[in-house]
């Protein structure tokens, strides 16, 4: 039973550049959430999404960020223009259902702008 | 918006001694939830509370949801050094509806000597 998955693990860009990570929820998870957590502080929320729909963006920064959840395939969490500010671990959680809030990690993409 | 703070900051213990470390609100939560975070992976979930003044043990942690569902507080008993890394609290904001973001708190830092 795998667990969350993501990918890249590690992403070097330059400023300037594109960033996409990749989520895969756990079976059976429909729920997807992304948070960012920067060096020695707690995770602070992005995103939260359902397959094909964007329920609350509420932490998401206005420019340069969006996420999806599309019918097929992975979460993409898609950062345009990179600046050394993006730097950080990118983690993607995943749950079940409305009921309850137990959200799963994955094991995060940690993101180095240059 | 919903903040934590979590205490204390850091713990540096001896092999076998008992562990305490808590989180309080500004504002009430309805989900209580503590994570461990290794260095370079993800949060992995250890507690989930759901009820004011629930008491919820796992193996060697125990957790609490506080009766004014403003605060909770977690236990490691007889600590190993496998317990070594952060401990995080969240909690879901009653306002929000199920199944969205997490608050987190700072973390504590868990240091177990031999």
């Known amino acids: 039973n795998a667990g969350v998955m993501q990918n890249p693990r590690h992403l070097v860009r330059r400023r300037g550049q594109e960033a996409r990570l990749r989520c895969s929820p756990m079976?059976?998870?429909?729920?997807v959430y992304w948070y960012r957590q920067l060096p020695e502080e707690g995770l602070k929320f992005m995103v939260y999404?359902?397959?094909?729909?964007?329920?609350?963006e509420s932490g998401m920064p206005k420019e340069r960020f969006s996420a999806e959840f599309p019918k097929e395939g992975p979460s993409i969490l898609r950062i345009q223009q990179v600046v050394r500010g993006d730097s950080a671990a990118y983690f993607c959680?995943?749950?079940?259902?409305?009921?309850?809030?137990?959200?799963?990690f994955g094991p995060g993409t940690r993101l180095t702008v240059l | 918006g919903q903040q934590l703070n979590q205490s204390p900051q850091s713990m540096f213990i001896q092999e076998g001694e008992d562990v305490s470390m808590n989180c309080t609100s500004s504002?009430?939560?309805?989900?209580w939830l503590w994570y461990k975070q290794d260095p370079g992976e993800g949060p992995v979930l250890l507690i989930a509370l759901y009820k004011a003044g629930e008491l919820t043990s796992n193996g060697r942690l125990t957790a609490q949801f506080g009766i004014t569902r403003k605060d909770s507080f977690l236990n490691i008993s007889a600590s190993i050094p496998s317990d070594v890394g952060i401990y995080f609290c969240?909690?879901?904001?009653?306002?929000?509806?199920?199944?969205?973001?997490?608050?987190f708190g700072e973390g504590t830092q868990l240091t177990v000597n031999p």
């Open positions: 504002s009430i939560f309805n989900t």
């Open positions: 079976k059976g998870h429909s729920h």
């Open positions: 969240a909690g879901q904001d009653p306002q929000e509806t199920s199944g969205s973001r997490l608050t």
């Open positions: 959680a995943s749950s079940p259902q409305m009921t309850y809030n137990e959200q799963f």
């Open positions: 999404l359902q397959k094909e729909n964007i329920i609350d």
